[in-house]
């Protein structure tokens, strides 16, 4: 298996209140994702970075901001958490944007 | 942007028999196409891939086919045992995106 930890794996937390999740590899691979899985939509991009300090938004960016200051940490930052923010949320990485991406175990974020 | 389309949503087989999901994309210029499998609880993980200059790939049971003219392709498991009990994403990446596109998934469920 891809050596990616999320931390944490379970968060209950009221709205309004910032939320951040972490996703740490030890792959050194150069891409990070960060991904939302919903009921009825599969898998949906959220953020994702090619580089340190690099990033770059994706198909459901509202309401989420991220930031990668070392290769191996790629964090995603809820700033003011919301009901409809209630998801899974999984990290991935890739050594190169055309190949494989292995993904993490999930944090299931419940926003009450 | 990409858009990936999946069906069906739900497939259920007996043990031995044979599974297929198909899924199609509007980038004609998707150039990346692998096929995810997820477990409960846990992160996808891939089980097979192919690319938009091959037809066809193989893996033991699983088989992928491409057809780019269509923009479709498919997953085909033969034999199909309890442990293939799970939900299949597919997905897609165009040229010069760095981010995968998923379908919305197919839970497939094997009668012992």
């Known amino acids: 298996d891809a050596g990616i930890t999320q931390s944490p794996r379970h968060k209950v937390t009221e709205t309004g209140t910032p939320v951040t999740l972490r996703c740490h590899q030890t792959e050194n691979h150069r891409y990070m994702y960060w991904y939302r899985q919903d009921p009825g939509h599969g898998l949906r991009l959220i953020h994702y970075s090619y580089g340190v300090k690099d990033t770059d938004k994706g198909e459901v960016s509202d309401g989420y901001s991220v930031s990668r200051s070392k290769t191996e940490d790629f964090l995603l930052t809820l700033e003011s958490a919301t009901s409809s923010q209630t998801s899974v949320y999984f990290c991935?990485?890739?050594?190169?944007?055309?190949?494989?991406?292995?993904f993490g175990q999930g944090t299931r974020l419940t926003v009450v | 942007g990409e858009n990936v389309e999946q069906h069906p949503s739900t497939l259920s087989v007996q043990e031995g028999d044979s599974a297929v999901i198909k899924c199609t994309y509007s980038?004609?210029?998707?150039?990346?196409f692998p096929w995810y499998k997820q477990e409960l609880g846990k992160g996808p993980q891939l089980i097979i891939d192919?690319?938009?200059?091959?037809g066809e790939k193989k893996d033991q049971r699983i088989a992928v086919t491409l057809n780019k003219t269509a923009k479709h392709f498919s997953l085909h498991i033969t034999e199909t045992q309890p442990e293939d009990s799970a939900v299949y994403f597919c997905a897609a990446r165009g040229a010069g995106r760095r981010a995968l596109t998923f379908g919305s998934g197919t839970r497939l469920q094997v009668q012992p």
């Open positions: 192919i690319r938009s200059n091959v």
């Open positions: 980038d004609s210029a998707s150039n990346y």
């Open positions: 991935a990485i890739s050594e190169k944007d055309n190949t494989e991406a292995f």
